[in-house]
């Protein structure tokens, strides 16, 4: 049973370009989340899709953006790329529904803007 | 807004000794709490989850208790090796946003032989 995957592993972007990242879930598994993890910070909270929708987004400007498929996977999106958006995006996935379920991540895509 | 302080920040240690994580989180309306460990530059893998409604998780040599009413968390680690050198990071899942994680910023551990 495979995990969490996100692709690419890692990705070397310019200021101003766009960037897309991929997630599949974890099988069984319809809720998926993305975080961003500094250097040397915890995970923050970008947003999350279930049923093909943003539930809930956290403090990050519209630049950053999202969708999710039928198949439950998902993409981030990030325009206009700033230095300070360097960073390690993690996905993670649950299970189906609206409850309080354990999450479970994939590896990370590192990203690093120059 | 929640917020989660993980102390110590970095932790150094002998092979085989005993020890303790503390995690403490300002809104107690929480769902769960998740452990998780981060080796270098790589994802996160879930140590163990304390429900809301649950004091304490245990699986192998780690053990977790939570203390809701007073927002704290604890990871007890018996008899530490070098291979359980890594960042854990505490994670709670509460208030009027489910699903969302809220997380500390580490502890980083080194278990030296």
């Known amino acids: 049973d495979a995990g969490v995957t996100q692709s690419p592993t890692h990705l070397i972007k310019t200021r101003g370009q766009q960037v897309t990242l991929r997630c599949s879930p974890k099988?069984?598994?319809?809720?998926v989340s993305w975080y961003q993890q500094a250097l040397g910070q915890g995970p923050q909270f970008i947003f999350q899709?279930?049923?093909?929708?943003?539930?809930q987004r956290g403090n990050f400007p519209d630049r950053f953006s999202g969708h999710q498929f039928p198949n439950y996977s998902s993409e981030l999106n990030v325009n206009a790329l700033l230095l300070g958006d360097s960073a390690l995006y993690l996905c993670?996935?649950?299970?189906?529904?609206?409850?309080?379920?354990?999450?479970?991540f994939g590896p990370g895509t590192r990203l690093t803007v120059t | 807004k929640q917020e989660v302080t993980q102390i110590p920040a970095a932790l150094s240690v002998p092979e085989g000794e005993n020890l303790v994580l503390n995690c403490s989180f300002t809104?107690?309306?929480?769902?769960?709490l998740q452990w998780f460990r981060q080796d270098p530059g790589k994802g996160l893998t879930s140590l163990l989850l304390?429900?809301?409604?649950?004091r304490e998780q245990t699986s192998g040599r780690l053990n977790a208790s939570l203390d809701k009413s007073s927002g704290r968390s604890t990871l007890y680690i018996a008899a530490s090796q070098p291979g359980d050198s890594a960042t854990y990071l505490c994670?709670?899942?509460?208030?009027?946003?489910?699903?969302?994680?809220?997380f500390g910023r580490g502890t980083q551990l080194t278990v030296w032989p």
């Open positions: 809104d107690s309306a929480i769902y769960n």
């Open positions: 993670a996935s649950s299970l189906p529904g609206l409850r309080s379920y354990e999450q479970y």
């Open positions: 899709y279930y049923e093909e929708e943003e539930r």
């Open positions: 099988s069984g598994h319809d809720t």
């Open positions: 994670a709670v899942e509460g208030g009027s946003t489910l699903g969302r994680l809220y």
């Open positions: 304390i429900q809301s409604s649950q």
